[in-house]
């Protein structure tokens, strides 16, 4: 990836465009899970890829691209949360037969109550625990990608959990 990275920093659009497919996947869940809508975190992708292609010969080791690509991505998060206030709802059909079984029932109102939840915390509450629980990142990790003191990931994913 460092040769990629390289090559990206030295103007190589077919080289950034290696580096997007290898990472994309990733970062797109990344900000679906922190935003909570599929659009929006289509969107933050989008500008991210945008800010890190403006960005990239800024970058001073090659080795940590993807550490700082999550960076720049968690804070195209907050930009657009905070462009767009108000959370559309995600429907999905339902089928008509209804769920296969009782387990189905727990837990389509386990996650319904569990993403209910999800949308009262803040967006900086959210990429804390997102970035924690479903990336596995440690609190200084957080705290780094972020930007913020150890103690504020520590506190922001205490009140999220």
């Known amino acids: 990836m460092r040769d990629l990275v390289e090559r990206a920093q030295n103007g190589d659009r077919e080289a950034f465009g290696a580096l997007v497919g290898l990472i994309s ?23 991210a890829l945008i800010n890190a ?3 990239l010969p800024d ?20 930009a657009e949360a905070r462009r767009r206030r108000s959370w559309a709802a995600n429907v999905r059909v ?21 993403d209910r939840a999800f949308r ?12 924690h629980h479903h990336e596995g990142r440690s609190l200084v990790e957080i705290a780094d990608t972020l930007g913020i003191p ?12």
Not at 59 to 78: G, M, S, T
Not at 151 to 157: E, F, P, Q, V, W
């Open 25 to 47: 996947d990733r970062m797109y869940g990344l900000a679906a899970r922190i935003l909570r809508d599929s659009d929006l975190a289509e969107d933050a992708l989008q500008g």
């Open 53 to 55: 292609w403006r960005q």
């Open 59 to 78: 970058l001073r080791d090659p080795d940590r691209f993807e550490a700082w690509v999550r960076k720049v991505l968690v804070h195209a998060c907050y």
């Open 94 to 114: 339902l089928p008509v037969d209804g769920p296969a079984g009782a387990d189905d029932i727990v837990s389509i109102d386990d996650r319904d109550q569990l």
């Open 120 to 131: 009262r915390l803040s967006v900086e509450q959210r990429a804390v625990f997102v970035l």
């Open 150 to 161: 150890a103690g504020t990931a520590r506190s922001r994913l205490h009140y999220a959990t």
